[in-house]
């Protein structure tokens, strides 16, 4: 997770049935990604690299009823800011999630 905004941000996700409903899968706590650098102004300084938040989900065999049962991952992004402290976004600004799959194990999963 790449967080270009000039806030702090949480990252939760859910995982949705076929009929949108939330499964009682809990994969991954609200994660709290961190601002990027900023410069006096509160608009995140351009120059200074964003260092991603990697965020390790792990399955296991107890989940894989419910896992079966997924048809979508929800993802829910909040925004910390403080009261009283404007936030200055810009067209610039991003977040941004990549999602990568590393599987080991001995089950098999068939997904329709």
Do not use: C, W
């Amino acid at each position: 997770v790449t967080n270009g905004l000039p806030v702090q941000t949480t990252i939760s996700l859910a995982m949705l049935d076929k009929d949108g409903l939330r499964l009682p899968l809990k994969l991954l706590s609200d994660s709290v990604i961190p601002a990027p650098t900023l410069k006096v102004d509160g608009t995140v300084d351009a120059n200074t690299p964003i260092t991603p938040k990697y965020l390790n989900i792990i399955v296991d065999k107890t989940h894989l009823v419910d896992l079966k049962k997924t048809k979508t991952i929800e993802y829910t992004l909040r925004i910390d800011s403080k009261e009283g402290t404007p936030i200055t976004f810009q067209k610039e600004n991003s977040f941004r999630i990549k999602l990568g799959v590393y599987l080991k194990g001995d089950a098999t999963i068939k997904f329709d």
